[in-house]
């Protein structure tokens, strides 16, 4: 994850969030609120929540720094409170995690409805009780709605919003709003049903899997297999019915309905017979369960399935003509967002090198030898050529109006080694400008002495991308980089510089 020393503008509508519960589903809105720029106090009296919250947040950051490389906001404070009523005294979003027992849930949200702001948002992460029910002992019921995430929540994006009868459609509106500033898409339940939508879905296959695994129909793994091999793969990016359309041919869903819908009343499965989870079947899926895990621990299957659901939303975000696609498509506008947020710093001295990147370098940045992998360095000079083109006006507006400056030629030099967690700090030194170009040199440092452990020499070219050719930049651009070129002129050429030789007519003040 980069930060850019600009200026931050506010991300999300709301600042403060409280979490009541730090599991797993409370852990993974923690790190989502946080990563997102918003504060967050925690109560869970768990003996080891603090360390069960500072390892989801990790993996998340983790995540992060693999999924996007787009300037996130400066991370919120996370506080841990001796109380639910500290906790809650001035959040603007209570998100209660407790575990799933209605008489601890209507209780829990009675003490946060009687402490948090009156206008403060209340959201339950229920994976099934009524909304209706969480209400009843509500002072101002109007306020509590379920919000239901999926695991991991820090990338999973969906989440059902669910109304009892007393919540406003205010509430609704505002909750959604809020999903959608932290990237994640709040789909509304239109009425309240025991355990919802995605749920009810999963118990339908989860019930069904169990009586092939006591039948001896396929062990856990094969099971397993069959899914992620398969309508695993389709349901990621289009769902059910719309996977089912593709599957009735041209004639589209009336064909296949007409087609399969017959199936429906064979004996095919036992979705109204309920398994019974003995002793011996627990201990059945138990031991093939760890056969499957191969000795991996759960924080390392964490891992690998973080780095399994980044590279999905990748491909995703690229699909469709690289307009993206369902939860691609998602992460791509909120990335556009991000990048929006990202305001010009006030002021910068422009007679020294700019300081225009500060990040630092996280577990998803180190290869096998422990180090900075070596395209993290050419990403880090992305982020800063990204930082600098803000600075000028090249901002996404720009480039959405069909202008850009595009990277041609890039020297890389590898001097020393950056280190998992070191603080990372990237200047600018513009070499030369002309109407059409823009020769830099970065230089990029680690740790508190400022340890210099690589340079970037690069030279970007202004284009018409709807043209597809170079282009002069309007004088706008060029009026704010005249005065860093002409004050960089008066610098020291840098060492290392000269791998991209000057050009006719490139002068340093243009």
Aim: hydrophobic share 45%.
């Amino acid at each position: 994850m980069t930060h850019t020393t600009a200026s931050t503008t506010a991300f999300a509508p709301i600042t403060r969030a409280a979490c009541i519960g730090g599991g797993v589903i409370g852990g993974g809105w923690i790190a989502r609120f946080l990563l997102a720029g918003i504060d967050v106090k925690v109560f869970d009296p768990h003996p080891d929540a603090q360390r069960i919250v500072g390892e989801v947040l990790a993996n998340a950051e983790r995540a992060y720094g693999l999924l996007t490389s787009v300037p996130l906001p400066p991370r919120g404070r996370l506080t841990f409170c001796a109380t639910l009523e500290e906790a809650v005294r001035d959040a603007e979003w209570v998100q209660e995690s407790v575990p799933e027992r209605l008489d601890l849930k209507q209780r829990v949200l009675g003490e946060i409805d009687a402490t948090c702001p009156a206008q403060a948002l209340i959201g339950s992460s229920t994976s099934g009780l009524l909304p209706s029910e969480l209400q009843t002992t509500l002072t101002h019921p109007e306020r509590l709605f379920v919000a239901h995430p999926y695991n991991p929540v820090y990338l999973l994006p969906l989440v059902e919003i669910v109304g009892g009868r007393a919540t406003a459609p205010a509430t609704i509106a505002r909750a959604k709003a809020v999903l959608d500033a932290i990237g994640m898409k709040g789909v509304v339940i239109a009425r309240e049903i025991e355990a919802f939508v995605g749920d009810r879905l999963l118990e339908a296959l989860w019930r069904e899997a169990l009586w092939l695994i006591k039948d001896d129909i396929c062990d856990v793994e094969t099971l397993d297999d069959v899914i992620r091999y398969s309508f695993g793969l389709r349901w990621a990016q289009m769902g059910l019915f719309q996977t089912y359309r593709i599957a009735g041919g041209e004639a589209g869903m009336r064909h296949f309905l007409a087609q399969f819908g017959p199936c429906l009343q064979w004996p095919w499965t036992k979705l109204t017979d309920v398994v019974d989870l003995d002793d011996a079947l627990v201990e059945k899926i138990g031991a093939q369960s760890d056969e499957q895990a191969a000795g991996l621990s759960i924080r390392e299957l964490e891992r690998i399935r973080d780095e399994n659901l980044v590279g999905i939303l990748q491909a995703l975000k690229t699909g469709h003509g690289d307009r993206g696609w369902g939860a691609g498509k998602l992460l791509g506008d909120f990335e556009a967002r991000l990048a929006a947020q990202v305001a010009p710093a006030p002021a910068l001295d422009i007679t020294a090198p700019l300081e225009l990147v500060e990040t630092r370098v996280s577990p998803a940045w180190v290869d096998y030898n422990g180090h900075m992998t070596e395209h993290r360095y050419l990403q880090v000079f992305g982020d800063t050529t990204d930082a600098l083109l803000r600075l000028i006006g090249v901002d996404i507006a720009y480039v959405q109006a069909g202008h850009s400056y595009y990277t041609v030629e890039t020297h890389l030099r590898h001097l020393d080694e950056g280190k998992l967690g070191e603080e990372l700090r990237s200047t600018c030194q513009i070499i030369a400008v002309d109407d059409k170009r823009l020769h830099v040199f970065y230089r990029l440092f680690a740790g508190p002495e400022r340890r210099e452990i690589a340079t970037a020499e690069q030279m970007m070219l202004h284009v018409d991308t709807k043209a597809g050719r170079a282009s002069p930049s309007p004088e706008p651009v060029m009026a704010r980089l005249r005065p860093i070129a002409l004050a960089h002129a008066r610098l020291e050429p840098p060492a290392g510089a000269g791998g991209i030789p000057a050009r006719r007519k490139e002068t340093a003040a243009a």
